[in-house]
DNA sequence: GCATCAAATGCAATCGTTTGCAAACAATTT
DNA sequence: AAATTGTTTGCAAACGATTGCATTTGATGC
């Protein structure tokens, strides 16, 4: 039953006894046409089930209405594909991209070619890029930065780039959280993340400013590196007190993820959640609430994040510079920290 | 610095003093072409940072590469767009159709139009299409499968189909979890979750299969309708506990979400889990384990199945007919249920 | 030296839209 | 009635690759 050749412009303008030219504004609902000739082709197109081919419109037009959006992993521990925040951006770009007349092509760094903007853009695959996630190597991005290609990035917007990044105030995020723990009287706050990642490294400079603003201990033995998968902070935790007791009595972690592992390696241990030990995640993915105790975290906007990503990336299409933008975050206060 | 007008094939072409013909298929790597200039001119489009520009390729070879994926929401409520699960079997159809040759492009049925299989397939901007989940109502998926455009749809694998649907053992599941509960000494199980739904039909049937099988109480009151988040079972289970008290002391619940907003709604009252309530969920998500008490779950194997999916998709692409597969499922013990 | 054959390359049509420009048409003014 | 507008439509040339077929090239045998 498919049609053995299919429809194309030109036989649905025979169809109606219209040019091609005039077919093809018609659908466009090009003012030019006069609107009933417009609406009798729109509706003719739409009884015989026709589209016009993208790839044939694309290829005149040299516009894809296609935004790649690259998962920038940081290694190749697929752990890191199903962290519950990334992919909630992803989502809400969808969304956001679908809504302002884009598609969304997705893929990973892990899987995509080297050279970004010579693989999506050049190759007309797609007209812009959005990477979420800096990771520890920035090379890639600059490559893309360079080519002029429309670019932007979910990071650290702090970070003095030649891109426009769009990320949450990290700084201030941690130091919101450490700032509650403190007020909630703990003493010895242990930073558990990475702090050679760009975001994770500001976070990391927020905690170190509070503590510092109370007087409290910063030696380096407080700051914990580890990945950032709930089973890597599970690890770290569980070893570390083995290793040296409890000498902590705060965690202020460089996600939900790191902090549930945490929280999970504490519990295991009898130790009292927020009594013994308080902790603050970061993100506020879906599940924060639903643990317990419910995880006290620093929200990320996602959804207002998206639309301002894309709203920035637009601008570029359009041949407008666009700027970095550093995005509100709002400490959730719940059951795992004490409320001073 | 960007080239002011683009370097294209005929152009690669004119650098190495070859036919475009020669150059296409060099690039192609097709063997009509001597070795040698085969490499120098692929050489030489490295160095020129020069690639096929797809728009054009696709046109005339009418082949896209690219695969429409389309999140099959049920509802507005975007609640749905979070589900981890989701998500995450998203994150592995990439990884599966990446290493095939093929681009993803993201989708959700509340954005697409109406007529995927014209939105996608004869507008040329997808060769196949997925769908995750089969939502409540299946028209749209009839539609693409009468349209007979290459399709498959992550769902219930049983329910007879025109289409090829690639989904777990789902009634196994069910039946396994409640025999788990049955033999932990569960006498009045609950099941909540969503039976219109096609899945979570199946699951239910599993369900009764163990409770018969056990003699045990099947009354209708033991079935609680509710959206399969964990709000809604969240909210479910705290009003019927205020309605009629803890007449139920294990629950099989259809998605691992839906049990932990369960689980949430029960600590909450202080009720002991597992002792006065076991749960089991569905899916095994990343975040199953880290709960107190540890999700016991019935595992779905996403990364098989997005390999035997985008399998089926191949077959009907070179096209072959491709066929339904029911992927094992298994249950996964841990603190939320007794042992037995 | 010429026919024969295989290997390597080139010619030119084609995929299905879009769009600058010209043409046709209708309405209005002189 | 001709000239002047303004609307609506059509012509035909792109866009940049791929591919069936023809052609060249070089090797081989007689």
Redo the contacts between chains.
């Keep these: 039953?498919?049609n053995e050749n299919?429809l194309t412009l030109a036989g649905l303008a025979k169809l109606a006894s219209v040019s091609t030219s005039t077919a093809s504004r018609a659908l466009n609902d090009n003012p030019l046409i006069k609107k009933e000739t417009r609406e009798r082709l729109q509706a003719l197109a739409k009884e015989h089930?026709?589209?016009?081919?993208?790839?044939?419109s694309?290829?005149r037009t040299?516009k894809?209405n296609?935004i790649a959006?690259i998962l920038n992993l940081t290694d190749s521990t697929?752990q890191s594909?199903?962290d519950?925040f990334l992919?909630?951006v992803?989502?809400d770009l969808?969304?956001v991209l679908?809504?302002n007349g884009y598609?969304?092509?997705?893929?990973?760094s892990l899987?995509?070619s080297e050279?970004w903007a010579?693989?999506f853009i050049?190759?007309?695959?797609a007209d812009g890029i959005i990477v979420i996630g800096q990771g520890k190597s920035t090379s890639n991005i600059e490559q893309v930065a360079?080519?002029?290609a429309p670019l932007v990035v979910w990071g650290d917007p702090n970070a003095s780039s030649s891109y426009a990044v769009v990320g949450s105030n990290n700084e201030l995020g941690s130091y919101l959280a450490a700032k509650h723990l403190i007020e909630g009287q703990c003493k010895n706050i242990l930073f558990l993340g990475d702090p050679e990642h760009a975001e994770m490294n500001e976070r990391h400079k927020g905690y170190r400013r509070a503590l510092i603003e109370h007087n409290l201990n910063t030696s380096s033995e407080l700051t914990l590196s580890c990945d950032i998968t709930?089973k890597a902070a599970y690890d770290t935790i569980s070893s570390v007190i083995l290793d040296k007791g409890l000498f902590f009595d705060g965690i202020v972690a460089t996600s939900d993820?790191v902090a549930?592992?945490a929280?999970?390696a504490l519990?295991e241990r009898y130790i009292g959640i927020p009594n013994d030990v308080s902790i603050v995640g970061f993100d506020d993915i879906?599940?924060a609430?639903?643990?317990?105790p419910?995880l006290t975290t620093i929200k990320q906007n996602t959804k207002l994040a998206s639309q301002v990503m894309v709203e920035q990336l637009i601008k570029q299409l359009e041949g407008q510079k666009a700027t970095s933008v550093v995005i509100d975050v709002e400490l959730i206060t719940r059951r795992s920290s004490r409320s001073n």
Excluded: C, W
């Design positions: 039953m498919t299919k089930n026709f589209s016009l081919n993208r790839a044939a694309r290829l040299k894809t296609v959006v697929d594909i199903s519950p992919l909630k992803v989502g969808n969304q679908n809504k598609e969304l092509l997705l893929s990973n899987m995509a050279d010579n693989y050049s190759s007309s695959r360079a080519s002029g709930s993820m549930l592992g929280l999970k519990k879906a599940m609430e639903l643990f317990h419910s």
